[in-house]
Protein backbone atom coordinates (compact mmCIF):
# COMPACT_ATOMS: atom_id res chain seq x y z
CA UNK A 1 0.00 0.00 0.00
CA UNK A 2 0.96 3.45 -0.53
CA UNK A 3 1.07 5.91 2.49
CA UNK A 4 1.10 9.48 2.19
CA UNK A 5 1.98 11.63 5.43
CA UNK A 6 2.52 15.67 6.16
CA UNK A 7 5.22 16.58 8.26
CA UNK A 8 4.39 19.42 10.34
CA UNK A 9 1.47 18.71 13.32
CA UNK A 10 1.29 15.30 11.49
CA UNK A 11 3.90 13.72 12.47
CA UNK A 12 6.08 15.97 14.59
CA UNK A 13 4.88 18.90 17.15
CA UNK A 14 5.68 21.97 15.58
CA UNK A 15 3.31 24.43 16.39
CA UNK A 16 3.82 23.67 20.10
CA UNK A 17 7.48 23.67 20.20
CA UNK A 18 7.21 27.28 18.08
CA UNK A 19 4.82 28.01 20.94
CA UNK A 20 7.79 27.38 23.37
CA UNK A 21 10.09 29.10 21.42
CA UNK A 22 8.24 32.43 21.18
CA UNK A 23 7.47 32.58 24.31
CA UNK A 24 11.68 31.91 25.34
CA UNK A 25 12.45 34.66 22.79
CA UNK A 26 9.54 37.25 23.38
CA UNK A 27 10.14 37.20 26.80
CA UNK A 28 6.29 36.33 27.25
CA UNK A 29 4.49 33.91 29.31
CA UNK A 30 1.26 32.60 27.62
CA UNK A 31 -1.25 29.84 28.85
CA UNK A 32 -0.70 26.72 27.10
CA UNK A 33 -4.82 26.78 27.01
CA UNK A 34 -4.76 29.43 24.67
CA UNK A 35 -2.68 27.47 22.63
CA UNK A 36 -4.90 24.63 22.64
CA UNK A 37 -7.60 26.82 22.00
CA UNK A 38 -6.52 28.44 18.61
CA UNK A 39 -8.98 27.62 15.88
CA UNK A 40 -6.14 28.99 13.26
CA UNK A 41 -3.03 27.28 12.55
CA UNK A 42 -0.51 30.60 13.09
CA UNK A 43 -0.06 31.19 16.82
CA UNK A 44 1.26 35.10 16.61
CA UNK A 45 -2.22 36.56 17.54
CA UNK A 46 -1.25 34.61 21.41
CA UNK A 47 1.54 37.09 21.29
CA UNK A 48 -0.14 40.31 20.17
CA UNK A 49 1.43 40.19 17.08
CA UNK A 50 -0.02 41.37 13.32
CA UNK A 51 -0.13 38.53 10.61
CA UNK A 52 3.14 40.31 9.58
CA UNK A 53 4.53 40.23 12.32
CA UNK A 54 4.05 36.97 13.23
CA UNK A 55 5.14 36.19 9.65
CA UNK A 56 8.67 37.83 10.09
CA UNK A 57 9.03 36.00 13.38
CA UNK A 58 8.21 32.20 11.73
CA UNK A 59 10.62 33.31 9.20
CA UNK A 60 13.38 34.10 11.41
CA UNK A 61 13.47 31.20 13.57
CA UNK A 62 12.36 28.37 10.85
CA UNK A 63 16.11 26.98 11.11
CA UNK A 64 15.58 26.34 14.95
CA UNK A 65 12.33 25.21 14.59
CA UNK A 66 13.07 22.98 11.91
CA UNK A 67 16.55 21.07 12.92
CA UNK A 68 16.17 21.24 16.47
CA UNK A 69 14.60 19.45 18.97
CA UNK A 70 11.30 19.98 18.12
CA UNK A 71 9.30 16.33 19.31
CA UNK A 72 7.93 14.04 17.20
CA UNK A 73 4.77 12.78 18.62
CA UNK A 74 4.77 9.35 20.15
CA UNK A 75 4.42 6.67 18.11
CA UNK A 76 5.20 8.31 14.60
CA UNK A 77 8.48 7.11 13.81
CA UNK A 78 7.55 3.37 15.46
CA UNK A 79 4.78 3.01 12.61
CA UNK A 80 5.99 4.33 9.64
CA UNK A 81 8.83 1.90 10.60
CA UNK A 82 6.73 -1.05 10.88
CA UNK A 83 4.78 0.24 7.44
CA UNK A 84 8.58 0.60 5.96
CA UNK A 85 9.44 -3.26 7.20
CA UNK A 86 5.63 -4.76 5.92
CA UNK A 87 7.02 -3.26 2.52
CA UNK A 88 4.47 -0.26 2.23
CA UNK A 89 5.93 2.74 0.14
CA UNK A 90 5.62 5.69 2.35
CA UNK A 91 5.79 9.29 0.71
CA UNK A 92 6.28 12.30 2.74
CA UNK A 93 4.33 15.61 1.01
CA UNK A 94 5.17 19.15 3.10
CA UNK A 95 5.20 22.38 1.99
CA UNK A 96 7.89 23.44 3.76
CA UNK A 97 10.14 25.85 1.57
CA UNK A 98 12.01 23.98 -0.96
CA UNK A 99 15.61 25.36 0.11
CA UNK A 100 14.78 23.11 3.72
CA UNK A 101 14.30 19.75 1.42
CA UNK A 102 17.63 18.33 1.74
CA UNK A 103 17.52 19.15 5.75
CA UNK A 104 14.39 18.57 6.49
CA UNK A 105 15.09 15.26 5.01
CA UNK A 106 18.44 13.91 6.95
CA UNK A 107 16.07 15.65 10.40
CA UNK A 108 13.72 12.83 9.86
CA UNK A 109 16.08 10.20 9.61
CA UNK A 110 17.81 11.46 12.07
CA UNK A 111 14.67 10.81 14.18
CA UNK A 112 14.66 7.61 13.16
CA UNK A 113 11.76 7.94 9.86
CA UNK A 114 12.08 5.70 7.16
CA UNK A 115 13.03 8.24 4.39
CA UNK A 116 13.67 7.59 0.78
CA UNK A 117 14.72 10.26 -1.55
CA UNK A 118 12.40 9.43 -4.28
CA UNK A 119 9.32 9.48 -2.02
CA UNK A 120 9.81 13.12 -0.81
CA UNK A 121 8.10 15.85 -1.97
CA UNK A 122 8.92 19.91 -0.38
CA UNK A 123 8.36 23.26 -1.34
CA UNK A 124 4.83 22.99 -2.54
CA UNK A 125 1.48 25.51 -2.03
CA UNK A 126 -1.79 23.21 -0.50
CA UNK A 127 -3.52 23.31 -4.28
CA UNK A 128 0.00 21.93 -5.46
CA UNK A 129 0.03 19.64 -2.47
CA UNK A 130 -3.04 18.28 -2.96
CA UNK A 131 -2.35 17.22 -7.05
CA UNK A 132 1.07 15.78 -5.85
CA UNK A 133 -1.08 13.43 -3.48
CA UNK A 134 -3.67 12.85 -6.18
CA UNK A 135 -1.03 12.01 -8.73
CA UNK A 136 0.87 9.56 -6.92
CA UNK A 137 -2.37 7.44 -6.02
CA UNK A 138 -1.65 6.65 -2.51
CA UNK A 139 -4.44 4.65 -0.62
CA UNK A 140 -3.82 6.88 2.68
CA UNK A 141 -2.97 10.00 3.27
CA UNK A 142 -2.91 12.11 6.75
CA UNK A 143 -2.36 15.89 7.43
CA UNK A 144 -3.26 18.71 10.49
CA UNK A 145 -4.53 20.86 7.72
CA UNK A 146 -7.93 21.45 6.82
CA UNK A 147 -7.64 23.28 3.29
CA UNK A 148 -6.16 20.36 2.22
CA UNK A 149 -7.64 17.27 3.49
CA UNK A 150 -11.08 19.27 2.59
CA UNK A 151 -9.79 19.16 -0.81
CA UNK A 152 -8.75 15.42 -0.85
CA UNK A 153 -11.65 13.62 0.81
CA UNK A 154 -13.49 12.33 -2.20
CA UNK A 155 -12.40 9.20 -4.46
CA UNK A 156 -10.64 6.44 -3.01
CA UNK A 157 -8.22 8.07 -1.04
CA UNK A 158 -8.82 7.33 2.59
CA UNK A 159 -7.85 10.67 3.94
CA UNK A 160 -7.15 11.02 7.87
CA UNK A 161 -6.63 14.59 9.81
CA UNK A 162 -4.46 14.54 12.73
CA UNK A 163 -6.09 16.07 15.47
CA UNK A 164 -5.76 20.07 16.32
CA UNK A 165 -7.81 22.45 18.05
CA UNK A 166 -7.75 24.16 14.36
CA UNK A 167 -9.29 21.25 12.45
CA UNK A 168 -12.05 19.75 14.77
CA UNK A 169 -14.25 20.94 12.38
CA UNK A 170 -13.24 18.86 9.53
CA UNK A 171 -15.38 15.57 9.72
CA UNK A 172 -12.95 12.91 8.50
CA UNK A 173 -11.26 10.03 10.87
CA UNK A 174 -9.34 11.61 13.28
CA UNK A 175 -6.00 10.33 14.51
CA UNK A 176 -5.25 11.50 18.38
CA UNK A 177 -2.26 8.97 18.51
CA UNK A 178 -0.07 7.63 16.44
CA UNK A 179 -0.34 4.26 18.61
CA UNK A 180 -3.73 4.10 17.91
CA UNK A 181 -3.47 3.72 14.04
CA UNK A 182 -1.64 0.75 13.98
CA UNK A 183 -4.39 -1.13 15.14
CA UNK A 184 -6.69 0.33 12.63
CA UNK A 185 -4.40 -0.52 9.76
CA UNK A 186 -3.83 -3.65 10.74
CA UNK A 187 -7.55 -4.79 10.90
CA UNK A 188 -7.77 -2.80 7.10
CA UNK A 189 -4.68 -4.90 6.03
CA UNK A 190 -6.12 -7.90 7.02
Known amino acids: MRFGFDIDDTLINLREYA ?3 YQRKLGRE ?10 RVEIHELFGLSDKEGSDMWNSVLDELYY ?19 GHEIFYITARPAEHGE ?18 YCG ?27 T ?6 KVMVKDQSYNRHVELPRIKQWA ?8 ELK
Not at 30 to 39: R, S
Not at 69 to 86: H, I, N
Not at 127 to 149: C, G, M, R, S, T
Not at 152 to 157: A, D, K, N, R, V
Open 19 to 21: FQL
Open 30 to 39: VAIDLFHALN
Open 68 to 86: TDCPVYPGAVELLQQLDRE
Open 103 to 120: NTKTWLKHQGFPVHNERF
Open 124 to 150: MKDAEKVHIIEDLQLDYYFDDKPAVVD
Open 152 to 157: LSHGLL
Open 180 to 187: DLQELIQK
